[in-house]
């Protein structure tokens, strides 16, 4: 017809829309927008690294003493500096960040474990489970935390040593101690996600096809409620850290022959005015260690949060 122009393919043709990217891409396009998150990993992970493989390129000893190179500062032979008795600070640091990490991770464990269990209990029970475990919930955040981690430490510390050996039995105790005290807010973040998902149309549906409560937990309750649960775990990591640090600056912790960041800490009080690297090292890591795990914990709380537009 005269006039008339053919139309290109491009306009006769709809456009072909992008392919949805996988649940996992998508979590990480939208963490990778949290600049200081991902600085943050980056940054744990090197802390990570060097107390795992820094005792390979730095192979000193953490009980070598050299009373002539006490309380010095750092050095190309110390470079962290040497505390009281000459022994070197960043074999010790290196020694004892792992315990430090280790008892974290491990105390973060403990606690996601007992928290979804019982939250998972309560949002499931819709009669008298679900106030006796808000109750002993209720109780458990109630209880001061501090006296009643001397007071475990003071009643089980000795038995479990001769039980587990001295590192261990302590190990052991201190996770314990910490993750079975910390489990409450993933308890009652778990039993409100449970709460909100049970009444979901895609669980109703599951339901009328005859799926039993054990299946409905596993295949589509827990599954849309690990994001929060993530979340909390990884600040957990740090409030364990703290937590074990306070208890070796207290003294009741591991060990004194046994260096962990809090002890390193405890030891350097009383020469803070000669030796203030002694300080500040040990509690330089502690502040990189928890400022990070929080920086990670706000990234995943912003990707895992589909209602956050990024």
Known sequence: MAGSTLASPSDEAPALARAPASPGRETWRRFRRHRLAVASVGVLALLVAGVV??????????????????????????????????????????????????????????????????????????????????????????LPQLP????????FRDSLKAV??????VFLMIVAVIGGLRWMPVARLVRAQFLTLREKEFVEAARSQGATTGHLVRRHILPNALGPVIVAASIEVSAAIIAESTLSFLGLG??????????????????????????????????????????????????????RVL
Not at 106 to 118: D, Q, R
Not at 148 to 155: A, D, F, M
Not at 257 to 270: E, H, Y
């Open 53 to 142: 493989f820094g005792g390979l390129l730095w192979p000193v000893a953490i009980d070598d003493i050299d009373f002539a190179a006490q309380l010095q500062g750092p050095s190309w032979d110390h470079p962290f500096g040497t505390d009281d008795l000459g022994q070197d600070l960043l074999a010790r640091m290196i020694y004892g960040g792992r315990i430090s990490l280790a008892v974290g991770f491990a105390a973060m464990a403990v606690a996601s474990l007992i928290g979804v269990l019982v939250g998972a209990l309560a949002g499931m029970s819709r009669r008298l489970l679900d106030p006796v475990l808000m109750w002993l919930t209720d109780l458990f955040l109630s």
């Open 164 to 169: 587990f050996g001295t590192q261990g039995g």
């Open 254 to 307: 591991f060990p004194p022959d046994i260096p962990t960041w809090g002890r390193l800490l405890f030891d350097a009080k009383d020469h803070l005015d000669v030796a203030p690297h002694w300080a500040l090292f040990p509690g330089g890591a502690i502040f990189l260690t928890v400022l990070s795990i929080n920086f990670i914990g706000d990234g995943l709380r912003d990707a895992l949060d589909p209602r």
């Open 148 to 155: 009643l981690l001397l007071l475990v430490i003071y009643l």
